[in-house]
């Protein structure tokens, strides 16, 4: 399952990139059938019951000019009635007949979808493509905000400055534990302006959702209740403004996983993670641990790479075209070589390697480790540490291990009940526990 990393807090710095689009006034402005919105419209108040327009108009994200032709054609068809009446125009509420109840069933079976009204594939384009994230730029500035008090070399900083501003993807690679998972989750620190994500869009009158709150997370204040009906709104409440996306995902990735997801029983889909990624950033870690073969994982995105749009099927056969807006970077601890051809990986505009520090950066990185972890810095402990374990046994200095290390020293210490201390025994005791020994 894909999962998101936590966006940073957009600065007053950071320019808005995509502004959401104006409400609907009509109908035809929706982009959606008028059929299509009167039997969203029925399945609304047979699930929730009795609505007044105002509450219609918030569930729904539409505005009452959209809203008023519909409801007057089922007053017609004699689908609805007023069930309740108001000098107010938005308290008049509005219930099923028998008829509408017997019709809403029918509509239940095609599709069980009855949340915010989509946003036509047309739409969705257009408004990714003004907020492309072509659109942002990366400088040397924000690069050292993103990564301040992390330890990194200069070299690596100007590669992932570069790839950031170029827009293609990224392959980071290197040997277990050289920290490049830490260095990719902390490019959302390079994200900047907000975008517009639609809860659902609509394709050949199949509705496939969007929006993920666990992966957008709204600018402030678009995550409070609001109604459609507030003029103080100057977008179509069908969309959401967010921070642009950040979405992750390793080892547990599969090939279908990358398709429209098909609920069978509520007869609509979840978009996949590279849809719900769009104009943000899309986290492939541990490439090569999936069950998949690499190169079949590889070989997914060479057309999305190519081109900047992907393709996707829905149950009944029909294809359609989506942007593909996405910086992706794969993260691996395999050489590229057995991981995919030179032809793919000429496709991949920067491949950034990730290797083991310098002594220095070692020492410099076990001093933040004791800072966090209030354990007293000892320079003679980190030269045992690093004379008699890295040293004599040949084990190169990756980022991971004073924090593995220096984290059982502390375990310890609690377990003991005594203040955590960098001594020789601690540290030989962490250093036995830490890696494995041969047996026969």
């Known amino acids: 399952m894909a999962t998101v990393s936590p966006a940073r807090p957009q600065t007053k710095t950071d320019s808005v990139t995509g502004a959401a689009p104006r409400p609907a006034r009509t109908v035809d402005e929706t982009g959606l059938s008028f059929l299509f919105l009167v039997e969203l419209l029925t399945k609304t108040l047979f699930l929730r019951g009795q609505l007044s327009l105002a509450e219609l108009s918030d569930h729904l994200k539409l505005s009452v000019g959209v809203l008023e032709p519909l409801l007057a054609f089922m007053r017609t068809e004699r689908l609805c009635e007023v069930s309740r009446s108001s000098e107010t125009e938005t308290a008049t509420a509005y219930n099923l007949t028998e008829l509408g109840r017997l019709r809403a069933e029918d509509f239940l079976q095609k599709s069980q979808y009855a949340g915010a009204a989509p946003?036509?594939?047309?739409?969705?384009?257009?408004?990714?493509?003004e907020q492309s994230i072509a659109n942002m730029t990366v400088t040397r500035e924000k690069i050292a905000q993103a990564f301040d008090g992390i330890i990194i070399k200069e070299q690596i900083l100007r590669q992932f400055g570069g790839a950031?501003?170029?827009?293609?993807?990224?392959?980071?690679?290197?040997?277990?534990?050289?920290?490049?998972?830490?260095?990719s989750e902390h490019l959302v620190g390079l994200l900047s302006?907000?975008?517009?994500?639609?809860h659902a869009i609509v394709v050949d009158n199949e509705v496939i959702q969007?929006?993920?709150?666990?992966?957008?997370?709204?600018?402030?204040?678009?995550?409070?209740?609001?109604?459609?009906?507030?003029?103080?709104?100057?977008?179509?409440?069908?969309?959401?403004v967010c921070h642009r996306p950040v979405v992750r995902t390793g080892g547990e990735l599969t090939l279908s996983m990358l398709d429209l997801d098909f609920d069978a029983s509520?007869?609509?889909?979840?978009?996949?993670?590279?849809?719900?990624?769009?104009?943000?950033?899309?986290?492939?870690?541990?490439?090569?641990?999936?069950?998949a073969p690499a190169m079949s994982v590889m070989n997914r995105w060479i057309v999305p790479l190519d081109r900047r749009v992907d393709y996707l099927a829905l149950h009944t056969g029909k294809k359609f075209m989506?942007?593909?807006?996405?910086?992706?970077v794969f993260s691996s601890n395999m050489p590229p070589k057995e991981l995919a051809d030179e032809a793919f990986l000429r496709r991949l505009g920067y491949k950034i390697f990730v290797g083991q520090l310098d002594e220095d950066e070692y020492r410099a990185i076990a001093a933040q480790v004791c800072k966090e972890f209030s354990i007293p810095y000892s320079e003679s402990g980190v030269d045992?540490?690093?004379?008699?374990?890295?040293?004599?046994?040949?084990?190169?200095?990756?980022?991971c291990i004073p924090r593995d290390i220096f984290g059982q020293v502390r375990?310890?210490?609690?377990?003991?009940?005594?203040?955590?201390?960098?001594?020789?025994?601690?540290?030989?005791?962490a250093w036995g526990n830490y890696y494995a020994r041969d047996f026969k």
């Not at 302006?193 to 639609?198: M, N, R, S």
């Not at 375990?411 to 005791?429: K, N, S």
């Open 119 to 129: 946003v036509s594939l047309q739409s969705y384009i257009d408004q990714v493509r």
């Open 164 to 183: 950031m501003n170029s827009g293609r993807a990224i392959f980071v690679y290197g040997p277990a534990g050289s920290g490049k998972t830490f260095i």
């Open 193 to 198: 302006g907000d975008v517009a994500i639609p």
């Open 210 to 240: 969007v929006f993920d709150p666990l992966i957008h997370l709204p600018v402030a204040g678009e995550d409070l209740p609001a109604s459609a009906l507030d003029r103080r709104r100057a977008h179509d409440m069908r969309w959401v």
């Open 266 to 291: 509520a007869r609509f889909y979840q978009a996949p993670p590279q849809v719900k990624a769009n104009n943000g950033l899309l986290i492939i870690d541990d490439l090569g641990r999936q069950l």
């Open 322 to 328: 989506i942007p593909f807006d996405v910086i992706i």
């Open 384 to 399: 045992h540490l690093l004379r008699e374990h890295h040293y004599k046994e040949g084990r190169p200095l990756f980022a």
């Open 411 to 429: 375990d310890l210490a609690r377990y003991e009940g005594v203040a955590p201390e960098l001594t020789p025994e601690l540290l030989d005791w």
